[in-house]
Structure formats: structure tokens, C-alpha cells
């Protein structure tokens, strides 16, 4: 879940780097660190803390065209100098940036660096003293060809060798690198953003591929030393899509962008009134007799909307499975099941690993994700894209309104029913833009909550798949304790927890359960709790906080959670913590 970027060419590396460094802080900000070469030397600079601090210890008094970089997100040791990448080898010739985890570390460190100094506790320092070993037989090349085959677990790793001051080395296993090419240099990073304004074409690695960068030019490798084939594709990004523009933070500006995003869905898959699934994603749905679901986080919240529709619309058995769970721990699986993964990213370790298990049991599978060039996208069997564009917040708001969006087209189309959604889609999209036109009455709302030490949403059906969502927004932001609860359960053990002045969230969109949310809102109420109610208007009582407008009740969730994804910005806000970079998270999971 670490940032790299490196670069090799004309232009200097210092600037592309520590810029593109800051564009990955979402990856991993517990630390930062640069090397560059200049005069036959690899000078380092590193330290605890964000891109900006690294930006106060670099020394600018010299231009390299050769360089690596890297942001943190802490897995083995704790953030400090000396856990910070670069890592270097025993004698200083090898330098290396690392993304991932080596399972077998300590394995290769008793087998073959017994008599090496580590000045660090991380899993890095092992590859760069192994390349440093082998070197002693072989050329740098050969070293780090061999290093490679002894490696177990994830890595994407950028090397510089003392002795080659005119190249760097690159390899890939389960854990995603880019390299992309422009007229003054080559660019490498395990995202696309530090690639836009320096490239014109660009690659993604396949697993277990290795490669040498020069300033023009690049090869690839197999692990066997075999040249690979390199297919570049147009890069078309443009800076404009990583900027906050007139707003304060990337994540109020991704909560603005919702109501777009879901009339481009409307767009890619509805041809006039039709919905345009592809045939084969919906034949592989139809000939199964159940639809597991798999995901983590935000995605998996999504993945309770997708079971809804699926279950509602289409009558096809579905199931929520976490990923980190499934993968360990497989219940019985039967019949002939379909296995549908969400991920913002693609890049989820958790939901890669579960993806192969079953790929290779013959399981299909289709991966619904943000990044059509991803690892589960390359490796699921079928994949529709949410295009919800660059989410740059760790928080993620609008992958969530877009999953569920394509979820419920995808089971409108398998439903083989005539549908008014493309014009229920259109007006939940001015719902929600009638939502953050009003939302001073949001962020006055923030106001009574942002001092609070424990926050509950309670909800019944579809209202509380949202709470638990809402729930994950307001705690990661704001790091005030926060629960979701089906209001049902709260008698059976929860209303314990209930305090004088705890505000407790109704969410209250459906006319079934209507009536006994708040009923169950004025039990919490009654023992002392703030009661909050967010309500469609249809269903509203004078007395309520916020009103949404009124959509078809299984869309209810798209306007209900824009609500609770303000509110957990505003209350964050107030409590002046860094909104788009919160502590100890990162935006995608590529470890397990």
C-alpha cells in the first residue's frame, strides 16, 4: 500500500519524483524517501513524515536525470528514519524502493545474509542484501534475476545499482507497477497519476516480470532472463482530473462529482431506453444458481445493495462474503455459483487472493471495478468498469454511489423486465444535487456531533446496509467511535451503550420499516440518547433533521449515504483532521 515513483531521462528526477510522490501520499504518507545519483553516487534522503518534509531535507543543489522514490504505509516496523524507504545494501552499491510484503524474509535472512549488518526492521532490507549476495557471483542483472526467484509474497520494486549509472531495474509480482514513456524520459510508478505531463504511451507489468529502464528505451524480462513483448497504450489522462479546483479537499469535490458520475453510467449502459450489459456477462450470471459476492470496506457495504437487487429483482440466491475471511475460511460451496467481486482499486489484495482460489476451482468470475487495467480486472473472467474517474480521498464516496449504480443496472438487465430506471437514475441525480445545494443544513448538523466520543446509525433493511457505511465514513475521517446497528437488535444487548447525549442517527427511507425505526430511535431517546432522523420527504415528520427528496425506494441508498458522506466531512473538517489523507489508512489495499 506504498507509493513508488521513479524516473530515468532529461528532465529532472527530483521534481518528477517528489511531485509524484505527492500525488501517492493516498498509498501511504507514514514516511518518505528519495535517492538520486549524481557523480558515480546514490545520494538518500529520508525520513518520518509527509512528502512536504521530505521536500525541507532534499538537497536541491544539484539536477539528476536518475532517481527513485517512495511513501510508506507502515507493515513491518514502526514509522521512523530507519524503517523509511530508500533501504541500502551492506556495502552501498545496491539501492532499493519496495511496495508489498516477502512472506519469506526471515527464511532468506537465516539462509543467506546470516552475516549481514540490518539497520532496519523491514522485509525490504532482505532483497537488497540478496541482490548484494548474489552480485558477488553473478553480474547486477544476474543477481537480481536470482534474488527475484527467491522471492515469496508481493513486491514491486525499483532498484539502482552504483555500478550502472545509466539504468534502473524494475520487477512486479502481485502488486501494481506502470511504466510509462514520453519524449524526455521514462517514468515508472505503482499508479498512473505521477505519469501525467511526462507521458505519451504506457504499460501495465503482468505478474513476475522484470525489466532494465534506460532514458529512451526499456526491456522486459520472465524470470527465466526470457524477452517479453511490450503492447504500450495511449496515455490520455490529463492533470486536470488529480486537481481539488475551487474546492478544499479532493473528497468534497468527489461527493460533487455523484450526480455525474451517474448519468455517465446512464450513458455507458443504456442504449436509448435498453439496457447494454454485454451478453456474455449476463449468460454467465443466468446459467449460475448463485451469486457470491466478494469484497472489503466501502466495496462490501456495496456488495449488500448488489445482494438486494440481485435477490429482488432477478430471484437469484445471493451472498456477502468478506474477502480476508473467504479466503481462509471457504464455507461449502455448491451448484454452480457465479462469483461477482467489487473493488475501487482492483488492486485488493484480500479479493485477488479469494479470485484465484476460485478461478481455479473453475468458478467464473467478474470483477466490477474503477481501474479496467487492473490486476482483478485482467484476471476475472468478465468485467464491467463503475467509471466513476480518479477517486483521489481515501474515503471513498462516489466508487460507492457507482458500484451500486452498476449493480442495480447490471440486475435490471438480468431481470429481462421492462425498466423506468435510466429515468429514476436522472432523477436521483438531481436528488442529490438538491442535497448539496442545501447542504449548510448538513454542515450546521456536523456542529452538534463533532465533540461527541461515540456516534450510532440505526436502520432496518436496505436504510441499514447504509448505516454501515455511513458508519465506516464518520470513523475514518473523524476517529470518533462509531457503530451501526439494525434498530432491531439494539434491545438485545446495544442500547447498553447508550449515554446521556450520544447522538444516535435514524436512517428512515422505506415505508415498511418507517414507523419502527422511530420507534425504536425513541427507546435510545428515552435513555438519555440525541436523536437524529434523516427521512425521505415522503415519509417525514416536521420535526425531522434532514429531508431527502423523494426517489424510487430502492435507490433510497444513493441520496441517503451523500448525506452521511457530508456529514462525515463536515464533522472531520471541524475537528481539523486531514480529510483526504486520514491516519493509518490507505487508499488501495495491496496487502493481506
Not at 23 to 49: N, P
Not at 95 to 108: D, F, R, T
Not at 219 to 244: A, H, T
Not at 585 to 592: C, I, Q, R, Y
Amino acid at each position: 500500500m506504498c507509493g513508488i515513483v521513479g524516473y530515468i531521462g532529461m528532465k529532472d528526477a527530483r521534481d518528477i519524483i517528489l511531485s509524484g510522490l505527492e500525488q501517492l501520499e493516498y498509498r501511504g504518507y507514514d514516511s518518505a524517501g528519495i535517492a538520486l545519483f549524481h557523480q558515480q553516487e546514490i545520494k538518500i534522503f529520508k525520513d518520518k513524515g509527509r512528502v512536504s518534509h521530505l521536500r525541507d531535507i532534499c538537497d536541491f543543489s544539484f539536477k539528476t536525470g536518475l532517481g527513485i522514490g517512495h511513501t510508506r504505509w507502515a507493515t513491518h516496523g514502526e514509522p521512523n528514519h530507519k524503517n523509511s524507504h530508500p533501504h541500502i545494501s551492506n556495502s552501498g552499491r545496491f539501492v532499493i524502493v519496495h511496495n508489498g510484503v516477502i512472506e519469506n524474509y526471515k527464511k532468506l535472512k537465516i539462509e543467506y545474509l546470516s552475516n549481514y549488518e540490518f539497520y532496519s526492521d523491514t522485509d525490504t532490507e532482505v532483497i537488497v542484501n540478496l541482490i548484494e549476495y548474489f552480485s558477488k557471483s553473478y553480474s547486477g542483472r544476474e543477481a537480481i534475476r536470482r534474488t527475484l526467484n527467491e522471492l515469496e509474497g508481493s513486491y514491486a520494486l525499483l532498484i539502482l545499482d552504483k555500478e550502472e549509472p545509466e539504468q534502473l531495474y524494475i520487477a512486479k509480482n502481485k502488486t501494481p507497477l506502470i511504466v510509462g514513456a514520453g519524449e524526455s524520459g521514462i517514468t515508472i510508478a505503482s499508479d498512473v497519476i505521477p505519469l501525467a505531463g511526462h507521458c505519451t504511451t504506457y504499460t501495465s507489468l503482468n505478474d513476475k516480470v522484470f525489466g532494465v529502464v534506460q532514458s529512451k528505451s526499456f526491456q522486459l524480462f520472465d524470470y527465466l532472463g526470457n524477452d517479453l513483448s511490450v503492447q504500450m497504450k495511449k496515455f490520455n489522462i490529463n492533470n486536470e482530473d488529480f486537481e481539488k479546483g475551487d474546492f478544499d479537499h479532493f473528497m468534497l469535490k468527489e461527493i460533487h462529482e455523484q450526480p455525474s458520475i451517474i448519468r455517465h453510467l446512464v450513458q455507458e449502459y443504456f442504449d436509448n431506453e435498453k439496457i447494454a450489459i454485454p451478453k456474455k456477462i449476463l449468460d454467465c450470471i443466468k446459467s449460475s444458481t448463485k451469486i457470491n459476492l466478494v469484497a472489503c470496506g466501502t466495496s462490501m457495504y456495496a456488495s449488500y445493495m448488489a445482494k438486494y437487487y440481485f435477490e429482488k429483482l432477478c430471484n437469484i440466491p445471493s451472498e456477502v462474503f468478506v474477502a480476508s475471511e473467504l479466503v481462509y475460511s471457504t464455507p461449502l460451496i455448491v451448484d454452480k455459483p457465479c462469483f461477482i467481486y467489487l473493488s475501487q482499486s482492483g488492486e485488493t489484495a484480500d479479493s485477488i487472493a479469494v479470485m484465484k482460489k476460485f478461478l481455479a476451482k473453475g468458478f467464473p468470475s467478474i470483477a466490477i471495478t474503477n481501474s479496467p487495467n487492473s490486476t482483478m480486472a485482467e484476471l476475472a473472467t468478465h468485467h464491467l468498469n463503475i467509471f466513476a474517474g480518479k477517486e483521489i480521498a481515501v474515503a471513498s464516496t462516489k466508487a460507492y454511489i457507482a458500484q451500486v449504480v452498476t449493480c442495480a443496472i447490471l440486475a435490471k438487465a438480468l431481470s429481462g423486465q421492462k425498466t423506468n430506471l435510466k429515468n429514476n437514475l436522472n432523477k436521483t441525480a438531481m436528488a442529490i444535487e438538491k442535497i448539496l445545494e442545501e447542504k449548510i443544513i448538513i454542515k450546521n448538523l456536523a456542529k452538534q456531533i463533532f465533540t461527541a466520543s461515540d456516534v450510532f446509525y440505526i436502520g432496518r433493511g436496505i436504510d441499514y446496509w447504509v448505516c454501515l457505511e455511513a458508519a465506516l465514513k464518520l470513523k475514518e475521517i473523524s476517529y470518533i467511535h462509531t457503530e451501526a446497528f439494525s434498530s432491531g437488535e439494539l434491545k438485545h444487548g446495544s442500547i447498553a451503550l447508550i449515554d446521556k447525549d450520544v447522538p444516535v442517527l435514524a436512517i428512515c427511507t422505506q415505508e415498511g420499516t418507517n414507523s419502527i425505526v422511530r420507534s425504536n430511535l425513541t427507546e435510545t431517546i428515552a435513555r438519555g440518547a440525541k436523536g437524529i432522523v434523516i427521512a425521505m420527504e415522503s415519509l417525514s415528520d416536521p420535526t425531522d433533521d434532514i429531508i431527502l427528496p423523494d426517489v424510487a425506494h430502492y435507490l433510497t441508498p444513493l441520496v441517503s449515504a451523500v448525506v452521511c458522506q457530508l456529514l462525515a466531512y463536515y464533522v472531520a473538517v471541524l475537528k481539523g483532521n486531514d480529510v483526504d489523507k486520514p491516519k493509518n489508512l490507505a487508499k488501495s489495499v495491496t496487502v493481506e
